[in-house]
């Protein structure tokens, strides 16, 4: 982020707006409906600041800005079409810790001002942080059109009653709450205009809640795809966004993270091949202990939980001690791997089978149904194959399977940071020790690797 996404209490504050034009009319404007003392500088102003001057809703100084003008100001805008004076408001304004906006100069500004959408008390701002203004607006007018009038109405309902909730409900009790609050017909009756109805049927949510014995929360077993936030389900989104606390693994990519709910718990349980920092069973046993707190939990695994990814476990112990969830599959790390290669799984001229396995068995073996592997026209993925690939490579060649067969490692797949190298079952694992490869990599072998060249269609960010 270049710019930290705030709302700014002005209510009573001194600001100072230079400049008399339209542009600084609209910034007057945006000032006292935030409840500012709103003073402008300017020798000239337009009709409008003049019958705001006349009504005394803000005051005038009709002269050329002054260093004096900054004094005692809580926040300062510049918009004039002087470029000099812009400057010079700008450098004084952030040398006396001011903040300070210059219309259409980011490179001069403190703080910027956003697109708003507003349905006070609620308020929605839309920045591109100075890049594209017109951007900006395009995606307000959009969210405009899709967020009703009503909902500052139901915002001000919401507020007469958190005191009594807050006295009530716990704080993971709340949450719930207020969700099946704004997202069911407690809803639908006040943006109708059934208040009456509305807050009698708040009320009596308030009395069961609190008297219910029922205090078991739920866990979310999601997977989290490839790595690329946009390849998440809309289901995962939403339950992302309604977890309590977070147990996530070391394959669950940064980005994917920043899209949990900003205030909830995040606790890492990720494993490497031979380092387990937090046993298999103490995430069966913490992800109990959680839920019988009450709590909300969510799992999120990378590419899907089914698949090489324990969720089997998790939920079985889950069932064994009666606690509800969910289970929400994700784009598996190799169907996520093999779209963005440009690698298919099958072809009808390369494979018409495709089989998954792991590299890395119990007790650190790698003791794999080789006569199966090594069958022709199929497709080969091998999943934590890393730190074995020289030895799957020459098991492989031992039982059958040509050393001249194509075979690809793909590094972090879907994300900026992919990699690709290509090369045989006999001089992959030679290209893949030169080449310092990391974790995070999945195994392609079969003749369906020759079409990397011709199909691949992602470059990413690192290679651009």
Known sequence: MNFLPIFLNIRDQACLVVGGGAIATRKVELLLRANAFVTVVAPQLTEQLTQWVSEKRITHRADNFAPTDLQHCRLVIAATNDKTVNEQVSMLAQAQGTPVNVVDQPQLCSFIMPSIIDRSPI???????????????????????????????????????????????????RRGFWETVLQGPIAEMLLSGHTSEATKALEDLIEKTAASVEKTGEVYLVGDGPGDPDLLTFRALRLMQQADVVLYDRLVS???????????ELIFVGK???????????????????????????????????????????????MDEGIPFQVVPGITAATGTSAYAGIPLTHRDYAQSCIFVTGHLKNDSTNLNWNVLAQPHQT?????????????????????????????????????????????????????????????????????????????????????
Request: aromatic content about 4%; proline content about 6%.
């Open 123 to 173: 308020q929605i701002a839309v920045s591109t942080g100075g890049a594209s203004p017109v951007l900006a607006r395009l995606l307000r007018a959009r969210l405009e059109s899709m967020i009703p009038a009503a909902y500052g109405k139901l915002a001000t309902f919401v507020a007469g009653f958190r005191d009594k909730v807050k006295q009530r409900l716990s704080s993971n009790e």
């Open 254 to 264: 940064p980005d994917v993270l920043d899209l949990v709910r900003r205030d909830a």
């Open 272 to 318: 490497e091949p031979t380092v387990h920092p937090v046993p298999q069973e103490k995430i069966n046993q913490l992800l109990i202990r959680l839920a019988k707190e009450g709590r909300r939990v969510l799992r999120l695994k990378g590419g899907d939980p089914f698949m090489f990814g324990r969720g089997g476990e998790e939920i079985e112990t889950l």
């Open 380 to 464: 080969v993925v091998i999943y934590m194959g890393l730190r074995s690939l020289a030895v799957i490579a020459r098991e492989l060649i031992q039982h059958g399977m040509p050393a001249e067969k194509p075979a690809a490692l793909v590094q972090k797949a879907t994300t900026a940071d992919q990699r690709v190298l290509v090369g045989t079952l006999e001089t992959l694992p030679g290209i893949v020790e030169a080449a310092d490869i990391k974790l995070s990599s999945i195994i392609i072998i079969g003749d369906v690797v020759k079409l990397h060249n011709k199909l691949a269609w992602f470059t990413p960010l690192s290679q651009r």
